[in-house]
């Protein structure tokens, strides 16, 4: 499992076959054919798992499984903090 990914992808499932799947985050059974969520490890579709959509919640609640979006908000500097350092230093 990629414990390690930095962010999430997401996204609504469910299925019409009777298949079943260990959830990501609880470890307990999944029927697909109940809506679950789909997580693509950093966009990683050959390492996408299934979790319950209420175990995801939590977890989002909680402030993990970030999406790219917020991850990269996270990490990156604000394009306003960029600005004021170049505007700094050559006094634009
Ligand atoms: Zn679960």
Redesign the pocket.
């Known amino acids: 499992m990629k414990d390690e990914a930095r962010w999430w992808e997401m996204r609504p499932a469910q299925s019409s076959r009777a298949k079943t799947y260990t959830?990501?985050?609880?470890?307990?059974r999944?029927l697909a054919m109940n809506p679950n969520t789909l997580l693509f490890p950093e966009g990683d579709r050959e390492h996408r798992r299934h979790?319950?959509t209420?175990?995801v919640a939590k977890q989002r609640k909680a402030g993990k499984l970030l999406t790219k979006r917020e991850w990269e908000r996270a990490h990156r500097p604000r394009r306003a903090d960029r600005r004021s350092w170049w505007r700094r230093l050559f006094r634009a």
């Open positions: 959830c990501l985050i609880c470890h307990r999944l979790a319950h209420e175990c």
